[in-house]
């Protein structure tokens, strides 16, 4: 069994900065790919950011230039730093970890951007 813990969300006024972390535990195999999805308000879940255990990284076209995915293999864990925020960046953050065919979700945490 995979559990991912997400941290690090919150209230932000637009043109700020938040950082978001998930810590991945359990069995978790040496070649996988983490990333983060969000999900607003009526709208479906789109991708934001991945990044392969090879450090391949790849971003929705709305948050390029703007946010960073990263991650440390040591510890399972995988980041994003959230620069420039807009208030249509507010959403609920969800992380992910695809491996060996199988999905894995986090709880999500909540982004709040204000204008």
């Known amino acids: 069994q995979v559990q991912l813990v997400e941290s690090g969300g919150g209230l932000v006024q637009a043109g700020g900065s938040l950082r978001l972390s998930c810590a991945a535990s359990?069995?978790?195999?040496?070649?996988?790919?983490m990333g983060w999805y969000r999900q607003a308000p009526g709208k479906q879940r789109e991708l934001v950011a991945t990044?392969?255990?090879?450090?391949?990284?790849d971003y929705a076209d709305s948050v390029k230039g703007r946010f960073t995915i990263s991650r440390d293999n040591a510890k399972n864990t995988v980041y994003l730093q959230m620069n420039s925020l807009k208030p249509e960046d507010t959403a609920v953050y969800y992380c992910?970890?695809?491996?060996?065919?199988?999905?894995?979700w986090g709880q999500g945490t909540q982004v709040t951007v204000s204008s």
């Open positions: 992910n970890l695809k491996q060996i065919g199988q999905n894995y």
């Open positions: 359990g069995i978790i195999f040496r070649i996988n790919t």
């Open positions: 990044i392969t255990s090879g450090d391949r990284t």
